[in-house]
């Protein structure tokens, strides 16, 4: 499965402050906005937050054009790109659950080395991909 990615235009607002501020929004999606300092770590934050605040989202609107943008003083648009995807993997989270096995399989996954846990997790995903198949 290949990962999914997106790209939109955002707006870098220069502050000219002492720490290079940038101010960074995304008009398309009013609730995806941060900051950085220095242009690099701009855009660097904008990628991340335009990940972390749409990795879920079923119906995204389509990119505008940037063109269309009412731009003042300095400020200017560029086109951000993140990998819902790989955010979605970073973001999830591990719960602990105790489970009962048959000693004898208990056994044989310590001496063969196996991680239960993973071998457990992995054995969920195979059965959740052809539930949903």
């Not at 048959?102 to 059965?127: C, F, G, Q, R, Y």
């Amino acid at each position: 499965m290949s990962d999914k990615f997106i790209a939109y235009p955002a707006i870098f607002h220069p502050t000219h402050d002492a720490r290079d501020l940038y101010l960074v929004k995304f008009p398309d999606l009013p609730h995806t906005f941060t900051e950085g300092y220095g242009l690099a770590d701009a855009y660097l934050m904008a990628s991340d937050v335009l990940a972390e605040m749409n990795y879920n989202q079923k119906d995204l609107p389509e990119p505008s054009n940037p063109k269309t943008f009412k731009l003042e003083n300095e400020d200017f648009t560029a086109v951000v790109s993140a990998n819902l995807s790989a955010k979605k993997r970073q973001l999830r989270r591990h719960v602990r659950k105790n489970v009962t096995i048959p000693a004898d399989l208990a056994t044989w996954a310590e001496d063969a080395d196996i991680n239960l846990s993973a071998a457990l997790a992995e054995a969920l995903a195979a059965k959740h991909k052809k539930m949903k198949s």
